[in-house]
């Protein structure tokens, strides 16, 4: 049933597959963020806030930055992120590219000036470039930036750098053929670092790798990583897994934690300096390496949430708003888009999901037992 205010709850997954937490994955120090339990304003606060046109939730915190999917469908089968049997959704749930043009018209003239281009693997969407030309060019976007896999960045890098894109970020979980394929399920990582390197040729100066961090998996391949990004001056950052993978198998044994990870760097490269954080909202927390050569942020978002400084809202490929990762509902635009509806009722929906948004989503907690009833690749990352 789909409520008056556009809120659609999910369903729970069975109690077999909620694992909780262990104090161990509890918010630790020193890294945790002092204020990652938000204080909640009064109602009417709230309120005036989003009359105003800001997007503020009930804790104060303004959003600003929107993550926007373009299909669910992808060229590889990460374990974190997706099953290896899937179907996708039929093509014509997918928002069209004039629909998220709309969408983000409407999120930037109540504040958002962020956006990321996510998936599934956007890439694999036709015509991606005309899309970021489109949101190039609206007005109160200052940032636009792409989450890919890489496979296909060498065909496409010239053309989204030429249609306006900002920014890169490229998943690079492994550095090893064997490594890549136990994670992706598909061979690729030459692709993927041909494509790190034509981004660079075709012009992007702000290049990130992302690393999703697996205990058993991950540990030979943080060196390595890191050697490669500091020899081809790239931001790397590693990310803790997170309950969201296709298989329900996540539990926190298969964490391996952002201070783990410090200490493998640490012990390579000797001690690292915690960087300055112009930004509060970036979920990482970066460190400068000792010889001045390259940065490394920790996203510790099961052992250290950041959800206190979160700005983000999430627009799924077939067109629901989701105010975090870790959300059991969300809130159906497409229904909208596709009925008529005025700009302001569209506003409106984007305020009330905003207004729902809980002050943290409560993965390093013992009680934390509702996982989302959907996969990375079904929200966009």
């Keep these: 049933m789909v409520h008056p205010s556009g809120f659609t709850p999910a369903c729970r997954r069975p109690e077999s597959s909620r694992d909780s937490l262990p104090s161990p994955f509890r918010t630790c120090e020193p890294f945790a963020r002092m204020d990652s339990s938000p204080t909640n304003l009064p109602a009417n606060q709230a309120t005036a806030d989003a009359r105003k046109g800001r997007l503020v939730d009930r804790f104060g915190r303004v959003h600003t930055s929107l993550r926007v999917s373009v299909t669910d469908r992808c060229n590889i089968r990460c374990s974190y992120c997706m099953p290896l049997q899937v179907r996708f959704r039929p093509r014509d749930e997918i928002l069209r590219f004039e629909e998220i043009e709309r969408f983000v018209q409407i999120a930037a003239s109540l504040g958002v000036n962020h956006v990321r281009i996510t998936g599934g693997e956007p890439l694999v969407r036709k015509d991606v470039p005309l899309l970021v030309r489109k949101l190039s060019s609206v007005p109160g976007i200052v940032d636009l930036a792409l989450t890919t896999n890489g496979i296909l960045l060498t065909q496409q890098a010239a053309a989204l750098q030429e249609a306006g894109l900002h920014r890169l970020n490229i998943s690079l979980d492994a550095i090893s053929e064997e490594n890549f394929r136990r994670i992706a399920r598909r061979d690729g990582v030459r692709r993927v670092l041909d494509g790190i390197l034509a981004a660079r040729r075709a012009g992007f100066q702000r290049i990130r790798l992302n690393a999703v961090a697996m ?46 990870i410090l200490e493998a760097l640490s012990a390579e490269f000797g001690p690292l300096t915690p960087a300055a954080r112009p930004d509060p909202s970036q979920p990482a927390v970066d460190f400068d390496f000792a010889d001045g050569l390259g940065r490394v942020g920790l996203i510790r978002s099961v052992t250290a949430p950041f959800c206190g400084d979160c700005d983000r809202l999430r627009l799924t490929a077939e067109g629901k708003v989701r105010n975090c990762l870790f959300a059991t509902g969300d809130f159906d635009a497409r229904s909208l888009l596709r009925s008529g509806a005025g700009d302001g009722e569209i506003a409106e929906l984007i305020r009330n999901c905003i207004l729902a948004k809980k002050a943290g989503h409560g993965a390093d907690s013992p009680e934390f037992l509702e996982r989302p009833d959907r996969s990375m690749y079904e929200i966009g990352g």
């Design 215 to 260: 205990r058993g998996i991950t540990e030979p391949e943080i060196v390595p990583l890191a050697h490669f990004a500091r020899e081809h001056a790239i931001e790397l950052r590693f990310i803790e897994f997170m309950p969201l993978d296709g298989d329900g198998h996540w539990n926190d044994r298969r964490v391996l934690s952002g201070d783990e």
